[in-house]
């Protein structure tokens, strides 16, 4: 709920379990003074005072800077020297910039964006307008509020009221001001194949952060950034999480004062993106998903998980059964076959898999990653009937069907590229860089959209097909375009990723019963942009279970599990098994939405009969994994992992877990079940909810490794 006290000139916005305050302060700064717990009063957060050499206006008076004020958003060289949001280049050629408080409204809904990914179905939004008579700028400054999950979005819009031409050089779309405690910075760090581990540091007296400026929004860092106090813990303590709904280069910093104020930003990367404004002109930021937790970083997680869930992923997919895949990649890479296909397919039937996913290498001349990208048709060699025949097949063994693709890219062997060399994205006299020698197409540039758009279309709308992969396997640089003027040559990275959103949009429309998969080289576009039109992603391409465990832990800080996809498969990345458990695989694979990536002809008879096991168990507790709260277990020692994943109505639970120092016998707290009920495990054992709450709960592992359990609630 949003409401203002016209006395106190108070605005607060409350959900279900947090509430949000700023205030009005000498009727043009807009002063930020809470942000945590549920409360009544808000008195005793806003204070004045001098301090010396911060900047200060002569009619307001030295007690109020704009330097020491916490604010709603800052702007640079306007007193406030600490990082600042928001900076615009004006008609005069300088930076200085300040906008005042004018009007606010306050509306149900919020404002739908048409190109960008957002959060859908708000309660309300409060609407802060500023102005800036010198620019001729008015900034709208947008609260959307999301009550039963904690969360409030934030974005902006600039409107160029004034005559003149004016640049935005910085707009960062969320910046929360704190203050005081010893905060840790919680981020999710890593690199290809290692991606989204937790990362945590003692906030400093400086400035820290993490970004993207390399076109996606990256194996290396992700948008998400959370603080917590140091006493913190899984379960406990407080801690404010941002996420950006955005997959191209961002940036998330935190600023601690010597004395200690803190503040938090998060938006589009000020390095690589400017915007032009001309006179009547409007430009809205993506947004950023805010949200406090008092009870931990499983709280956290919650609020963001359900944010997800709710409000950014498909409606029509989020609880929908997902497919169990038996996918190409790890079992052929580029050496698609069609007999050996229908081979792999007759035992995914066996075994209870339920679609086969043809990875790269179906379409083009596309033998290897050197050729072929760009030239979506189908290749007769590799498919003499066509793709629709074989999809016929496929259905008539009683599964179903998917493909990958790669639409932002081309190969400079290919047609497309012979055809359209203006079509890739390049800076003018400087030769372009390869990454997976690949090429980026020029996305800024609405025909080349159209051609790819119209070209998978036409390929594929007469295959019958559920599940589509969609990657992005490089790194982009030299990111200019030949079809944008000199002047708007700093918009093109931005411009970039809204193409591929329109890319995105228009394909999950022309195909709006297919389940879509993203992926970027594994987890490199893993966020909350994409997982508005592809309800999950794959995670990373290291499927080796000892690696995922930290992968899919530190993706579970975030993201919930229905967005996580996890394949079990023979990789032995980690070297640290000689030849490969499935059962152990499996179980790390209940992190996640469960698939296969092996070949699946070449199993023993014992293997066989474990994957058979595993899909049907796995099928017993997909809803739950889909729709449940996830709680890490707390208090593990290193090499040990774990979580408890329970009903909203507790009338169920799955626990997971791993040691991979080898005990065969623990005991782990649990949290969060009901201590009223009875539950009883799918093998008839009975547990009192009371007792385990109380005691934990004893794990056996199997061989010294892994172990679940999944219990209904027998009764209250
Ligand atoms: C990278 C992906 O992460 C893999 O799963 C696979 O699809 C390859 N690309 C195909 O080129």
Redesign the pocket.
């Known amino acids: 709920m949003i409401s203002f006290d016209l006395e106190e000139k108070i605005f607060r916005i409350d959900t279900r379990n947090t509430t949000y305050a700023f205030k009005i302060a000498h009727e043009k700064f807009l002063a930020h003074l809470y942000y945590g717990k549920k409360t009544d009063s808000l008195q005793g957060f806003y204070r004045e005072y001098p301090v010396d050499f911060a900047p200060y206006i002569e009619e307001i008076g030295a007690n109020f800077s704009l330097d020491t004020i916490p604010t709603e958003l800052s702007f640079f060289d306007s007193g406030d020297t600490k990082d600042t949001a928001i900076k615009i280049k004006n008609k005069n050629g300088d930076s200085s910039t300040l906008f005042y408080y004018k009007e606010h409204k306050i509306f149900k809904g919020r404002l739908e964006f048409e190109n960008m990914p957002y959060s859908r179905l708000a309660n309300e939004t409060l609407e802060i307008i500023y102005e800036d008579e010198t620019s001729g700028v008015e900034l709208h400054s947008y609260y959307s509020v999301f009550e039963n999950s904690d969360t409030i979005t934030r974005y902006l819009k600039f409107v160029n009221k004034g005559q003149n031409k004016v640049q935005i050089l910085q707009a960062t779309g969320c910046q929360l001001d704190l203050s005081g405690a010893d905060y840790t910075l919680v981020t999710l760090c890593g690199e290809y194949g290692k991606e989204r581990n937790i990362t945590e540091y003692p906030l400093h007296v400086g400035l820290q952060g993490i970004y993207s400026k390399r076109g996606h929004s990256s194996h290396q860092f992700n948008p998400f950034m959370a603080i917590k106090t140091s006493k913190t813990t899984e379960n406990t303590g407080e801690a404010y999480g941002l996420e950006f709904v955005y997959s191209g280069d961002f940036e998330a910093r935190a600023e601690m004062t010597y004395d200690k104020r803190v503040r938090l930003t998060m938006g589009l990367n000020r390095d690589t993106f400017t915007w032009n404004l001309q006179a009547g002109e409007e430009f809205i930021t993506p947004e950023v998903i805010m949200t406090y937790s008092s009870e931990g970083l499983n709280k956290l997680s919650q609020n963001f998980h359900s944010h997800i869930r709710e409000h950014i992923i498909n409606p029509k997919f989020v609880y929908q059964k997902r497919p169990i895949v038996i ?1 190409t ?2 079992a052929m890479y580029f050496n698609i076959d069609e007999e050996i296909l229908l081979r792999y397919a007759e035992k995914a039937k066996q075994l209870g898999i339920d679609t086969v996913v043809i ?3 179906w379409f083009g001349k596309r033998n290897d ?1 050197s050729i072929g990208l760009g030239d979506w048709y189908v290749n007769q060699e590799k498919f003499k009937n066509g793709l629709a025949d074989f999809s016929e097949k496929i259905h008539a063994l009683g599964l179903k069907l998917g493909i ?1 693709i ?1 639409p932002e890219m081309v190969n400079p062997k290919s047609e497309l590229y012979k055809a359209h060399p203006e079509w890739v994205l390049q800076c003018k006299d400087r030769p372009c860089s390869l990454g997976r020698r690949q090429l980026v197409l020029d996305l800024t540039n609405d025909e080349v959209i159209e051609y790819i758009v119209e070209q998978i279309k036409t390929t594929l709308s007469e295959v019958k097909l559920e599940y589509i ?1 969609w ?1 992005f ?1 490089r790194t982009l640089c030299e990111v200019g375009s030949l079809s944008l003027p000199k002047e708007r040559q700093g918009e093109a990275k931005h411009r970039f990723t809204l193409g591929s959103y329109k890319m995105h949009k228009k394909l999950t429309e022309a195909f709006p019963n297919v389940l879509f998969e993203g ?4 987890g490199g576009r893993f966020d909350a942009g994409i997982l508005f039109y592809c309800p999950q992603i ?1 995670t990373s ?1 290291n499927t080796d279970p000892v690696c995922r465990l930290a992968i899919q832990k530190g993706t579970s800080m975030a993201y919930p599990l229905s967005t996580i996809s996890a394949h079990v498969s023979d990789s032995l990345w980690n070297k640290l098994e000689s030849t490969p458990d499935y059962n152990f695989r499996f179980n790390v694979a209940l992190g996640g939405v469960l698939g296969y990536e092996m070949n699946i002809t070449r199993l023993s008879c014992d293997n066989e009969k474990k994957v058979t096991e595993q899909i049907k168990q796995y099928e017993k507790f997909a809803p739950l994994i889909l729709s449940g709260d996830v709680y890490r277990l707390d208090n593990l020692e290193d090499g040990e992992y774990g979580f408890v994943c329970v009903a909203k109505d507790k009338s169920e639970f799955l626990l997971v877990y791993q040691n991979l120092n080898g005990s065969t016998k623990k005991r782990v707290p649990i949290v969060s079940i009901d201590n009223r009920s009875i539950y009883k495990d799918d093998k008839g054992n009975i547990y009192r909810g009371e007792k385990l709450l109380k005691e934990g709960i004893e794990i056996v592992t199997t061989s010294g490794t892994y172990s679940y359990l999944h219990c209904f609630c027998e009764k209250k």
Not at 519 to 522: E, H, I, L
């Open positions: 996918n990649w790890e990875d790269d290498g990653d990958w790669e992969k990657d396997n992926c970027s080289g594994g794959w391409d």
